[in-house]
């Protein structure tokens, strides 16, 4: 599985900005579809995802700001950013938990992208 991530950049506080993540297989297929976030120095954390049944859970720093939504006919993942803020600022990856077998789960990644707010 493939995930291709786009859609950073520059945006200023306030601003907003919409990340994709286009997957090479089936999204409906995956287990759970995700965006995580990684600041210098930081760990990577969850920011948002979205289960093969469509349940969605955020990280708390984001809710209400930020909206995960899934695209089947474009095999995409979106992430909308609203009223971002410079603790936003961070690598952005998209996450796609997949079944190798029957039984086992896979966790593929996308190659990430930069967001970074600043005035």
């Known amino acids: 599985v493939q995930l291709q991530a786009s859609g950073g950049g520059l945006a200023q506080p306030g601003g907003s900005l919409r990340l994709s993540c286009a997957a090479s297989e089936n999204i409906f297929s995956a287990n759970a579809l995700g965006w995580y976030r990684q600041a210098p120095g930081k760990q990577r954390e969850l920011v948002a995802r979205?289960?093969?049944?469509?349940?969605?859970d955020y990280a708390d720093a984001v809710k209400g700001r930020f909206t995960i939504s899934r695209d089947g006919a474009k095999n995409t993942v979106f992430l909308q950013m609203n009223s971002l803020k410079p603790e936003d600022t961070a690598v952005y990856y998209c996450k796609g938990t997949y079944y190798v077998t029957s039984s086992r789960l896979y966790d593929y990644w996308g190659q990430g992208t930069q967001v970074t707010v600043s005035s």
């Open positions: 979205i289960t093969s049944g469509g349940i969605i």
